[in-house]
């Protein structure tokens, strides 16, 4: 065993008794408060001067491995096709870590000329001093290294935010940053501005749509930043967590179920309603969101037409099944097959037309597409509820979709009386989420689930601002 290494081996043995003493004896819960923060400190340090020596050596298996000869490389004769690879093997880190200590070391190793011998100087000089003296470890150098060493600028001007950084992370530089406030000085730095990066984000911008497993497609891609931004203000839009600002009710009930105060007052069926169980996760919302957005822009018209018509999807059902409740239904641009709760609800706001065919597969009869809710009628109903009719649903009318309470299919007419607003996501889990609607002489009631109304009774409903008003004029 080398010197290094044996002195090494000392210290770690010392390290680990220690270890072993706190953890014997629980010697961490007797210390002061201030003590607990030292431990940390010295703690951190000790892990950063490990951090410099792993990434020290590492740097050394890049210098015997870049740029040479496959035979000749370090990492060839330990039989590692890369030093990520060796840095695995020896150190049993993960991947990624692995990778984020040959970055380091490529930022501050000193190369060595194939020519001359030359000790050449670091990509990061400073910062290789600030990692012997650990004050930063691998996280800070990786954090450093990619955006000054990617951004184009001269070795001047790199030389000089290493320089700056590394005092900064010492404590020593103009303000109190630390080396992940690298962004910055990367911008600073490249004087060609963003269009190097824009160009690069346009090459590898795209998404695709994987094939469907378990019911579900994948989707993968990278998005430029204003398509990003689009889209998260559209889902800002359907997601507005905003509040109705309704009088609470006089009478509110407790519910069992959820262990707090709700606000249906079971004596008053014109009492605000209000409701907060809502347990899909953020990336749920953003899908029910983005189902909401492709809904509303394939109907808005200005999409360019196929085949003569707006983009349409295309749901294909047997009659039979639809009848019956059992079998499937399939869609375009999908080989899997959904359920018929799923036909059931594209239909419902949608277009539906009967196609006849005989036993060997003639059509005998196509029937003209049998629209649903005119525009009058969808203004006449976004006014009257005023948005998604589930109580604690803040989906604004236009986002909304029109649900036939009484199934098309099973010969709901096309009516104001006949029809309600529900989002996307209410509207598609209406049969299996406790939550019936009803249009009761033409005004809409909502009967929910237990633990939102213990006694399980009709109520009206409305989210309109002017109907809501009546209301409260009424009671005053």
Same mark, same amino acid.
């Given at each position: 065993m080398n010197s290094i290494a044996a002195t090494l081996e000392r210290v770690g043995a010392d390290l680990a008794g220690v270890v072993g003493e706190v953890f014997a004896g629980d010697g961490a819960r007797d210390l002061s408060e201030t003590d607990v923060l030292e431990l940390m400190a010295t703690a951190s340090r000790i892990v950063r001067a490990g951090e410099a020596l792993l990434v020290e050596a590492t740097s050394q298996v890049c210098d015997r491995s870049d740029g040479r000869l496959h035979a000749d490389r370090m990492t060839t004769r330990f039989g590692c096709r890369s030093t990520s690879e060796l840095v695995q093997r020896v150190t049993r880190v993960s991947k990624q870590r692995a990778g984020d200590v040959v970055k380091a070391a490529r930022a501050v190793v000193r190369p060595v000329a194939l020519t001359t011998g030359e000790v050449l100087p670091a990509a990061l000089p400073k910062m290789r001093e600030a990692l012997a003296?650990?004050?930063?470890? &691998?996280?800070? &150098? &990786?954090?450093?290294?990619?955006?000054?060493?990617?951004?184009?600028?001269?070795?001047?001007?790199?030389?000089?935010?290493?320089?700056?950084?590394a005092a900064t992370a010492r404590g020593e530089g103009a303000d109190a940053g630390s080396p992940r406030d690298r962004d910055g000085w990367a911008m600073y730095l490249d004087q060609d501005g963003a269009e190097p990066n824009e160009e690069r984000a346009l090459r590898k911008r795209g998404i695709t749509i994987g094939p469907c497993r378990d019911g579900l497609h994948s989707v993968r891609g990278n998005v430029l930043p204003e398509v990003a931004g689009q889209? !998260?203000?559209?889902?800002?839009?359907?997601?507005?967590?905003?509040?109705?600002?309704? $009088?609470? $009710? *006089?009478?509110?009930?407790?519910?069992? *179920?959820?262990?707090?105060?709700?606000?249906?007052?079971?004596?008053?069926?014109?009492?605000?309603?209000?409701?907060?169980?809502?347990?899909?996760? !953020?990336? !749920?919302?953003?899908?029910?969101?983005?189902?909401?957005?492709?809904?509303? &822009?394939?109907?808005?018209?200005a999409l360019p037409t196929l085949g003569g018509a707006a983009p349409t999807?295309?749901? *294909?059902?047997?009659?039979?099944?639809?009848?019956?409740?059992?079998?499937?239904?399939?869609?375009?641009?999908?080989?899997? $097959?959904? *359920?018929?709760?799923?036909?059931?609800?594209?239909?419902?706001?949608?277009?539906? !037309?009967?196609?006849?065919?005989t036993d060997a597969g003639r059509i005998v009869q196509l029937g003209s597409l049998e629209r649903v809710f005119t525009h009058h009628q969808r203004r006449g109903i976004g006014l009257r509820d005023g948005g998604c009719l589930i109580p604690g649903c803040h989906v604004r009318a236009d986002w909304c979709e029109i649900h036939h309470v009484q199934a098309y299919a099973q010969g709901g007419p096309t009516h104001t009386d006949n029809g309600v607003l529900l989002c996307w996501f209410h509207h598609r889990t209406l049969d299996s989420s406790g939550w019936a609607v009803r249009v009761n002489h033409g005004v809409p009631e909502v009967r929910g689930p237990y633990w939102w109304d213990a006694q399980v009774k009709w109520r009206r409903v409305t989210k309109s601002p002017s109907r809501m008003r009546e209301r409260v004029a009424r009671r005053t």
């Amino acid at each position: 065993m080398n010197s290094i290494a044996a002195t090494l081996e000392r210290v770690g043995a010392d390290l680990a008794g220690v270890v072993g003493e706190v953890f014997a004896g629980d010697g961490a819960r007797d210390l002061s408060e201030t003590d607990v923060l030292e431990l940390m400190a010295t703690a951190s340090r000790i892990v950063r001067a490990g951090e410099a020596l792993l990434v020290e050596a590492t740097s050394q298996v890049c210098d015997r491995s870049d740029g040479r000869l496959h035979a000749d490389r370090m990492t060839t004769r330990f039989g590692c096709r890369s030093t990520s690879e060796l840095v695995q093997r020896v150190t049993r880190v993960s991947k990624q870590r692995a990778g984020d200590v040959v970055k380091a070391a490529r930022a501050v190793v000193r190369p060595v000329a194939l020519t001359t011998g030359e000790v050449l100087p670091a990509a990061l000089p400073k910062m290789r001093e600030a990692l012997a003296t650990a004050e930063v470890g &691998v996280d800070g &150098v &990786v954090a450093v290294a990619g955006p000054l060493l990617t951004c184009g600028a001269g070795t001047a001007a790199i030389l000089a935010a290493d320089e700056e950084i590394a005092a900064t992370a010492r404590g020593e530089g103009a303000d109190a940053g630390s080396p992940r406030d690298r962004d910055g000085w990367a911008m600073y730095l490249d004087q060609d501005g963003a269009e190097p990066n824009e160009e690069r984000a346009l090459r590898k911008r795209g998404i695709t749509i994987g094939p469907c497993r378990d019911g579900l497609h994948s989707v993968r891609g990278n998005v430029l930043p204003e398509v990003a931004g689009q889209l !998260q203000r559209a889902f800002d839009s359907v997601l507005n967590p905003k509040l109705d600002g309704a $009088p609470a $009710p *006089s009478k509110p009930f407790f519910s069992e *179920s959820r262990g707090e105060a709700d606000t249906v007052d079971p004596d008053d069926p014109d009492a605000p309603l209000t409701a907060t169980a809502d347990d899909r996760t !953020q990336a !749920q919302k953003h899908h029910d969101a983005l189902a909401t957005v492709l809904t509303v &822009v394939a109907g808005s018209g200005a999409l360019p037409t196929l085949g003569g018509a707006a983009p349409t999807l295309v749901v *294909s059902v047997r009659a039979e099944d639809l009848v019956t409740g059992r079998g499937f239904a399939h869609i375009d641009g999908s080989d899997e $097959p959904i *359920s018929l709760a799923s036909a059931r609800h594209v239909a419902c706001s949608g277009a539906v !037309q009967r196609v006849v065919f005989t036993d060997a597969g003639r059509i005998v009869q196509l029937g003209s597409l049998e629209r649903v809710f005119t525009h009058h009628q969808r203004r006449g109903i976004g006014l009257r509820d005023g948005g998604c009719l589930i109580p604690g649903c803040h989906v604004r009318a236009d986002w909304c979709e029109i649900h036939h309470v009484q199934a098309y299919a099973q010969g709901g007419p096309t009516h104001t009386d006949n029809g309600v607003l529900l989002c996307w996501f209410h509207h598609r889990t209406l049969d299996s989420s406790g939550w019936a609607v009803r249009v009761n002489h033409g005004v809409p009631e909502v009967r929910g689930p237990y633990w939102w109304d213990a006694q399980v009774k009709w109520r009206r409903v409305t989210k309109s601002p002017s109907r809501m008003r009546e209301r409260v004029a009424r009671r005053t």
